[in-house]
């Protein structure tokens, strides 16, 4: 019976279905275990990556934590010469002041001096009356002597008597007259001697004076540094930026014609291996890092000159609580005036650029224990109490390469403090 069965067709046809359909079979099997061999090996290169990018990433933080502490730095000492600076200037003011005063003692001296010149002068021309009127008198005295030389009778006593007064009342006004010259010679060498102290300071101050100039200049030399080096942060911190959104996953020799070949064998297994051959878009991984769309825009607006028209234009657009500006020209520089939620936003374009947030408050203890916690907060801004227009004001520096949006940025979180209680 079993020689029959072995020898009948349709049992050796089905046999060596068998036999084929496990080979298939066993084929399957060898190439799966083959897939799953290779996507493990591709998955620990992905985890070896990823922690390689993890590392990458710490570096890059801990780097711009440095430079963000460097920029702190660079700001403090930046807002510390703009102190310097203005008290300079203020220096500058007072020698000013002082030189205006000494010009016009100076010149009060000089009138001084001339007007006792003069006074010296009609006292000369009054000596010189005066020897006149007793050489007349001396002639008269002559008239009364005879032919003799002898004195004559009484109008000979009367004329000596009437000559002894004069004598005397003119010795005793030539003597006052001496003395008050004597007193004017020394008044007079006073103001010389006040003069030339006056000349002396003058010329003092005039070196002082240049000597402020000169330290201005280096300042301003200082300052344009620090912009500069500003400049040079802002750079480094973009080019960061920049690299680490432009970290992609490395090509390790996959694609999807070789996905594609892989056959599909519906099995349980494959539900933990990640599906390479369908047409959904690649699994990019982001480990954590978030993709912003406006980051380009940032960066190509870093470098763009800020001014009161570039950002007026941008709060219009982006503010969504806008409400009204102006921009206002001053001796300093441009100005926009700009109210936003009801609070007063004040921007100077200058050298350096400054603003000030303001908003109406009446003063109180509470107030005062605020604007005292806000400055120890904040050291970069100062916040102070105007008790003539009762407003309370926060006011500091920001750099004209900045970006728009980062400066709005800064200035909304000073704005933030006073909703503080």
Sequence with gaps: MINEANQDPLYRDLNEIYQEREKLFQQRERDYLEQKKTLNNLLESIKQEK?????????????????????????????????????????????????????????????RYQVQIEKAKNMEIQAKQSKETFEHKLDMLGLVLDADG???????????????????????????????????????????????????????????????QSEKESLSEEIKRIEAEKNRLLTLVSSISQSKEEEAIPNFGTNEEEEEDVPNFGTNEEEDVPNFGTKEKPYVPTFGRKQESNESERKSAVFEELTASVLNRYLVKNEPKYISSEIKHSEEGEQLHVNINNLDYVFLFSSPAAFDISVPKKKSRALDKLLVRLNTQHPGVKFYYDEQEHRVYASGYFSNTMAPDCLMEKVHEVSDCFRQK
């Design 51 to 111: 922690e390689t990018l993890n590392q990458k990433g710490q570096e890059l933080k801990k780097q711009q934590e440095e430079l963000h502490k460097e920029e702190q730095n660079q700001q403090t000492w930046y807002q510390q010469l703009c102190e310097e600076r203005k008290q300079l200037e203020r220096d500058k003011e007072e020698l000013n002041k002082k030189e205006k005063e000494f010009e016009t003692a100076k010149d009060s001296m000089e009138v």
């Design 150 to 212: 002898k004195p004559g009778g009484e109008a000979t006593k009367f004329f000596e008597s009437l000559l002894g007064g004069m004598n005397k009342w003119n010795e005793e006004e030539l003597q006052s007259l001496e003395e008050e010259n004597k007193a004017y010679e020394k008044e007079s060498r006073n103001l010389k001697e006040e003069l030339e102290e006056l000349n002396k300071k003058s010329k003092q101050i005039e070196e002082e004076n240049n000597q402020l």
